[in-house]
């Protein structure tokens, strides 16, 4: 949550979103320092912003979590989310369609994300309108690069390109937007319901 609060907030964007395998370590108790940070998004990427229609991200979900089930199973493609919530149903079976290479091709039967919204202006959440465009911050692994399998943003239009690396984003939004505090984090917030 932290990362993903990160990327919406210091890139100004509707929805913040980061694979869980690009989180490498936790941060310790007490004062925390730029490698700690390095340490927790180690391989630079850097973040962009994109313009993205709500049926691409509503898609993109449904690719991130078709491994979710009642196991518990999950993978490095994992989404965390910032401005969305919504609800796994872990007891239906993945209707995600791939090609050879493991891309994403088309959900095909029931969907496994259910009730899927946005954080509007005034803070409340929303449902997510399938026919808007909303603005997404993530690093160019995800929008750009079709990481995990998840090449649903590739042909969408990238608003502001290669803005700083990762870590510097997390670096920002500790230090000039939470001024150091991290307590809203000591909790879970049910951005991510999975039943």
Do not use: W
């Amino acid at each position: 949550n932290l990362v993903a609060d990160a990327y919406r907030a210091v890139i100004g964007a509707e929805i913040g979103l980061v694979n869980g395998g690009r989180l490498r370590k936790s941060l310790p108790a007490g004062n925390i320092t730029l490698g700690n940070i390095i340490d927790v998004t180690p391989f630079g990427n850097t973040v962009s912003l994109a313009e993205v229609p709500g049926q691409h991200i509503l898609d993109f979900l449904e690719m991130s979590y078709r491994l979710v089930d009642r196991a518990g199973t999950e993978n490095g493609g994992f989404m965390h989310v910032s401005g969305l919530r919504f609800t796994i149903d872990s007891s239906i079976s993945s209707a995600v369609k791939v090609d050879d290479l493991g891309c994403f091709q088309a959900v095909t039967g029931d969907r496994k994300v259910k009730n899927v919204e946005v954080l509007d202006k005034n803070g409340q959440y929303v449902p997510l309108d399938p026919d808007r465009n909303y603005t997404v911050a993530a690093t160019d692994y995800i929008l750009k690069k079709g990481g995990d399998g998840n090449n649903l943003f590739m042909d969408d239009k990238i608003l502001v390109d290669l803005i700083q690396a990762d870590y510097m984003v997390l670096a920002e939004y500790i230090r000039d937007v939470l001024h150091g505090d991290l307590s809203r984090y000591y909790h879970t917030e049910g951005r991510i319901r999975i039943k």
